[in-house]
């Protein structure tokens, strides 16, 4: 009786050589960096609080989930692993910007200071939106007239505020007589708002006007826009004020101007991790022995 042959499965070639397996890797980390960029870019992020600016509501140490996707996601500011800016655009988000909301934003810069710095990222409370009025007496913040409550958390570390009539010069904008408990009244610009130029009205107005992008120039009789004589400029873009919930601790719309809208990176959610940045890092252990549980959870407000 004739034994059946085994029959065996066709003979394949399953090694891969170097260049295919190199192609398939740089393939899949090429997916997984742009997973990684999109959702970065659009959906949500992680900052870590660097002062304490924004004392009590945050802490120094903490680190924030940040929802981009709330305000609309962006491109990317900058070429990735670098600081060079580039040009970005946003997606529509799902509300709108609201007084009273904390927002995480690009800097603008030094009050005086046209180009934009190093990207940034800033952590405030918005007190005015584009069109308002924003003035603060004895250190009571007042919106289009309105008395405006302080946040829950928020603290003042001087016992008495700065009287009114005593000029801060570091106080925005450039020349104001006004200081940082007894400030404006100013309007936060919003798009297509008119401002008269005359060389006495300019001053207030010439970086703000230079970071939308144009050239000004003025002598005793006339300004000019771009090489052009302007008795006004329309304004290009919508802009927020922003303040800091720890108030005698806090660089902010008071002492460097509005922050634009489009440069509002997104608001955060809630603290996930936090941790004594005093520490260096090299003392892992040290570091690790001073995370603070309690505040791990905690949903900013």
Not at 122 to 142: A, Q, S
Not at 249 to 256: I, V
Request: proline residues 8%.
């Amino acid at each position: 009786m004739k034994r059946d042959k085994k029959s065996y499965p066709p003979k394949t070639n399953s090694s891969k050589s170097w260049k295919e397996q190199a192609f398939v890797f740089l393939k899949e980390l090429g997916i997984i960096v742009g997973l990684v960029l999109v959702l970065n870019s659009f959906v949500i992020a992680s900052f870590e609080v660097p002062s304490a600016s924004m004392e009590d509501t945050v802490k120094v140490g903490d680190r924030l989930l940040v929802s981009k996707f709330t305000y609309g996601g962006s491109t990317p500011y900058t070429i990735p692993i670098t600081s060079i800016r580039i040009p970005h655009f946003r997606v529509p988000g799902f509300k709108n910007i609201s007084r009273g909301d904390v927002i995480v934003f690009d800097w603008p810069g030094p009050r005086d200071q046209v180009e934009k710095p190093q990207q940034t990222w800033y952590l405030k409370r918005c007190i005015g939106l584009p069109g308002d009025v924003v003035r603060i007496e004895d250190r009571v913040v007042y919106v289009n007239d309105r008395k405006q409550d302080n946040p829950s958390h928020s603290k003042f570390l001087r016992a008495m505020a700065e009287p009114a009539g005593e000029p801060n010069p570091d106080i925005f904008p450039a020349g104001a007589s006004t200081n940082a408990d007894n400030y404006g009244p100013v309007i936060v610009p919003n798009k297509g708002m008119s401002i008269i130029l005359t060389p006495e009205t300019l001053p207030p107005w010439k970086v703000f006007i230079q970071r939308e992008g144009h050239s000004v120039a003025a002598d005793r009789e006339k300004v000019l826009i771009d090489g052009v004589e302007s008795s006004y400029y329309e304004v290009r873009r919508d802009y927020v004020f922003a303040l800091g919930d720890n108030r005698d601790n806090s660089l902010d719309s008071r002492y460097w101007g509005f922050v634009p809208v489009e440069d509002v990176i997104g608001t955060p959610i809630i603290v996930y991790w936090s941790w004594d940045l005093r520490i260096p890092i090299g003392q892992i252990t040290d570091r690790l022995a001073s995370i603070d549980f309690s505040r791990i959870g905690t949903v900013i407000r």
